[in-house]
């Protein structure tokens, strides 16, 4: 099983004409992704070097290929409008990679997308979302995710990240000690984003396929310390935890009213903390978060 | 980004919001002629800089006559601000302003920034203003009010309002008072700000209300659509590395240890720092690509780490997704190449086109030969730790 995506999941690229759009939804038609088409406003009607079909807009897309997945490359002063766009043609899941978005206008989207309670938002600033061996939809390599059913513990793992890089980090380690992955699903850096850590965590706990779950957050914000005291009530599975950013230079904060929006809950060792009190296995190093799962889950490796 | 507070009192000017008569200069003479103009027993002459720790460096000077303007202004002009918050080399001072004396009877603090938590805009004020803002939050958090901006029409009226009554306003004042708070969130939404700050917010012995000190920051993501707040921006304020690596569009941040480092994506170059110090060494910089960097970018990306003479040695650390790795090695090539390492460079390098960035990394070996290879993110942090302590 999996979360959010599976084989099934027929997927669009917004974007599909730009450089990024077209180099990745290759890289996940190769990957085995049921990708089924693209939208360029202006450019419907033609067909991208894979033959796919590109459209105006994406309830056309929509109508014609019966898509319930996106994966947004649109450039930032025009992403919010993206977003907002699959939300309305009727997509279930939005994959947002775009880095650079306003603040203001994701603000704005979050409160668009209230009227859609069947839509998920991922990202943005993200990698985007795979289920290995079925449907990779986003920028991660996929040739380093270990498919459950390839892997030789015999058991797998869902994961869950702020960071990109650290993501694939995370799934390299895991797969390598022959961990596999339900899904893996990158929730983006941004201060303003759709699915958050709790949500993906809710998902993963009601999987019966995922044994456990890797948990990667960063300094700023209180959404790993809520995350980790959701885990302490509701998750029975092993969670181990990531915090990046302990040696990090404290300052670069936002002047005076940035602090006490925080509080004193968002230095890597206050989240460290509170992942050690709410039980979650934590990896010290970036390097250790395969080896910490494989022990939380009584693999010898 | 951040401006100087004569641009942010005009943003705040422009909005409505009172504030008292200040003239800019440049030059002592300018500061005389400004005392002058005023005829007032005492102005405040305040040098004009992005860093904090003004008063403390003396860089906020009462001034009781046209000579003393003078003398304030030399000063100065012709000193950088050294202050906890600039490091020993300071930051150069070509802007003042000159202001009256000003008789507060009561002092506030108003301010708007985004609360993750929640999701949008909030507005943070109290009636305990003109100190540290932070010290009053944590010992009487009840002093403390917070309004959440509304994500789609912003702060309303009623809000204002109700928070004027709130911090003690009454009668005229009040309703000045609220509509002030409505006119910084406006200024707040309108320049997509990431931090709009009054403080102090004066009450005045003659009863006036005037916004005494304002800071304003920026969200960079949105500047595209700000070209006048762009132009805003003073780079004599930024470090020239910082300046460099901004152009460049490389996200970096210098810090005191010996290795540098080159890295993809924020969450992996904090982490590269963190194993560097679990390894017993200490990171230069802070250094993110990026997801979409170009060759160029790359190469100038190794040309300010090895500009900082600090450095004995470099981690790169790519795990490639929307970056390529195969361009990656070709620009670490390249810039190895026309700069030259003369320094310990250990690679570590996975993901997308990795066989291709290996065989190029391969092939170079000869003409680099103090690059190595790492087989995983501890490997990469032994090997370059143990190189610079060679």
Redesign the interface.
């Known amino acids: 099983m999996s979360i959010l995506v599976n084989k099934n999941t027929k997927v669009i690229c917004q974007g599909i004409t730009g450089s990024?759009g077209a180099f990745?939804t290759r890289?996940c038609l190769e990957y085995g992704t049921k990708m089924v088409g693209g939208v360029t406003p202006g450019k419907g009607g033609l067909k991208d070097p894979n033959g796919l079909p590109i459209f105006n807009t994406v309830q056309q897309a929509v109508d014609a290929t019966g898509a319930d997945a996106t994966m947004i490359f649109v450039p930032?002063?025009f992403a919010a409008d993206a977003i907002m766009e699959a939300a309305d043609a009727g997509i279930k899941v939005i994959v947002a990679?775009t880095?650079?978005?306003?603040?203001?206008?994701m603000?704005?989207v979050?409160?668009f997308l209230k009227g859609f309670p069947q839509t998920t938002l991922i990202g943005p600033n993200c990698?985007g979302i795979i289920t290995p061996g079925e449907c990779k939809i986003?920028?991660?390599?996929g040739y380093?995710h270990l498919p459950p059913a390839k892997a030789k513990s015999g058991k797998s793992v869902g994961i869950i990240?702020?960071?990109?890089?650290?993501t694939?980090?995370a799934v390299?380690q895991c797969a390598s000690r022959g961990i596999g992955q339900t899904t893996a699903v990158g929730i983006g850096?941004d201060?303003?984003k759709g699915i958050n850590f709790i949500e993906c965590l809710d998902l993963f706990n009601k999987d019966p396929e995922t044994a456990g779950i890797v948990m990667?957050g960063?300094?700023?914000?209180?959404?790993e310390a809520d995350a980790a005291r959701y885990v302490k009530a509701n998750v029975k599975k092993p969670v181990v935890g990531?915090i990046?950013?302990?040696?990090?230079?404290p300052?670069?904060r936002?002047?005076?009213?940035?602090?006490?929006?925080?509080g004193g809950d968002d230095t890597a060792d206050a989240k460290l903390k509170t992942f050690k009190e709410c039980g979650i296995h934590v990896s010290?190093?970036?390097?250790t978060m395969g080896e910490a799962m494989a022990k939380a889950l009584g693999i010898n490796t | 980004m951040k401006i100087h507070e004569y641009q942010a009192r005009q943003i705040l000017a422009d909005q409505g919001v009172p504030v008292p008569p200040a003239e800019v200069v440049r030059t002592p003479n300018e500061a005389v002629a400004a005392f002058e103009k005023f005829n007032q027993p005492m102005c405040v002459v305040k040098a004009q800089v992005y860093a904090g720790g003004r008063g403390k460096a003396g860089f906020v000077k009462l001034v009781k006559s046209a000579d003393e303007a003078r003398k304030a202004a030399e000063f100065m002009l012709s000193n950088r601000m050294v202050s906890n918050q600039t490091g020993p080399e300071g930051v150069p001072v070509s802007v003042l302003i000159v202001a009256p004396g000003v008789d507060i009877a009561k002092e506030y603090y108003l301010g708007i920034t985004l609360d993750r938590g929640r999701g949008t805009a909030t507005l943070i004020a109290s009636a305990e203003g003109g100190v540290e803002i932070e010290e009053v939050a944590k010992k009487s958090p009840e002093k403390v009010l917070k309004v959440p901006l509304h994500p789609l029409i912003g702060l309303q009226g009623f809000q204002a309002r109700e928070l004027a009554y709130k911090l003690g306003f009454t009668d005229k004042l009040a309703s000045e008072a609220a509509k002030l708070i409505t006119n910084l969130g406006k200024a707040f939404i309108k320049t997509d700000a990431s931090l709009a700050e009054i403080n102090p917010l004066v009450v005045t012995k003659d009863g006036k209300l005037l916004a005494i000190d304002a800071k304003f920051n920026f969200d960079d993501n949105a500047i595209f659509r700000h070209p006048d707040i762009a132009a805003m921006r003073d780079e004599t304020q930024e470090k020239p590395l910082d300046v460099r690596a901004h152009k460049a569009n490389l996200n970096y941040i210098a810090l005191d240890g010996n290795i540098g480092c080159l890295v993809n994506g924020a969450g992996l170059a904090m982490a590269t720092m963190d194993i560097i110090k679990l390894h017993g060494a200490e990171p230069a910089n802070f250094l993110d690509v990026g997801g979409s960097v170009t060759p160029e970018g790359a190469i100038e990306a190794f040309s300010i780490i090895l500009s900082d003479p600090k450095v004995k040695g470099i981690l790169v650390n790519i795990f490639g997704g929307i970056a390529k790795c195969d361009l990656i090695a070709e620009a670490l090539v390249k810039a190895g190449r026309s700069i030259g390492f003369k320094v310990p460079v250990v690679v570590r390098l996975e993901g997308t086109n990795v066989d291709k960035a290996r065989e190029i990394l391969a092939a170079a070996h000869k003409d680099l030969p103090t690059l190595q290879s790492a087989t995983d993110l501890t490997d990469a942090a032994k090997k370059v730790t143990a190189a610079v302590a060679a």
Do not use: C, N
Not at chain 1, 161 to 166: E, V
């Open positions: 990024a990745h890289q930032p002063p990679i880095e650079g978005i306003p603040v203001l206008d603000v704005k979050k409160a990698p986003g920028i991660m390599p380093i990240s702020r960071s990109g890089t650290l694939y980090e390299w850096g201060p303003v990667i960063e300094i700023g914000g209180s959404d990531f990046a950013g302990r040696t990090a230079p300052g670069k936002m002047g005076h009213a940035g602090a006490i929006i925080s010290e190093s970036p390097a």
